[in-house]
Each structure stands twice: as C-alpha cells, then as structure tokens.
C-alpha cells in the first residue's frame, strides 16, 4: 500500500521561507515499488479550489509552476529517496492553505496517492 508522509508545514510571517518534504513509502499495486511518473504540490485555501502549485516530471528535468508562485517556490526530487521537497521563499498570506502532496504512476493520467496534508500560514 502506497501512503505519502508529508512534512514541514508551519506558522510564518509574510516574506519568510518555508520548505515542505513528501516522501512515498510503501509498495505499489503490482508489490512492487510504485514507479512514478510525476509528483506534485497542491493548495487548497478555505472557500477556494484546490489548485496545482508544482509539478516534477520524475524521468525528466521538467517542472510545472503555478504563476502565482513562479520565482518565489522550487520543486526538487530525490529520486533514490522517492522524495519530493517544495522551498518556498517570500511567502504571502495569500499563500495560506493546507498543501498536499501528490504522486502519479506512469501509465496513468491522474494524480492518484496524496498525503493528508500539512498546514501552511502566512501572517501579514
């Protein structure tokens, strides 16, 4: 069973930097290790959408922002590790939610494990 540990969430003030962690644990549904196509960070704010933050293609060196936190957040991969990390610099109280990390297997079109999420706020 595949599960995602998330980490690092927190209480921040406005322009401070955060970093959150998401490694995949467990088997995929074959007993083997999960092969992944991409993982991601999503943010859901209260009232709001959940909406796609970062992505990392896993074989390749491509990543995905949203523009609203293009040039302020990085998405890394530790690939041996399984692990995907999101460093966030110059945080906005509109940055505020709760962040869920998500991974993909190949083959496969959605986003099918996510963690339980980790709560990011940002005071102004």
């Known amino acids: 069973q595949v599960q995602l540990a998330e980490s690092g969430g927190g209480l921040v003030q406005a322009g401070d930097s955060l970093r959150l962690s998401c490694t995949v644990l467990?088997?995929?549904?074959?007993?083997?290790?999960?092969?992944?196509?991409?993982m991601a960070w999503f943010r859901q704010a209260p009232g709001k959408e959940r909406e796609l933050v970062a992505a990392a293609l896993w074989g390749a060196h491509h990543t995905h922002y949203a523009d609203s936190v293009k040039g302020r957040f990085t998405i890394s991969k530790d690939i041996n590790k399984k692990s995907v990390h999101l460093q966030m610099s110059s945080l906005k109280p509109e940055d505020t939610a709760i962040y869920y990390c998500?991974?993909?297997?190949?083959?496969?079109?959605?986003?099918?494990?996510w963690g339980q999420g980790t709560q990011v706020t940002v005071s102004s």
């Open positions: 467990g088997r995929g549904p074959t007993g083997r290790p999960l092969d992944i196509s991409s």
């Open positions: 998500a991974a993909r297997r190949l083959g496969v079109q959605e986003y099918q494990y």
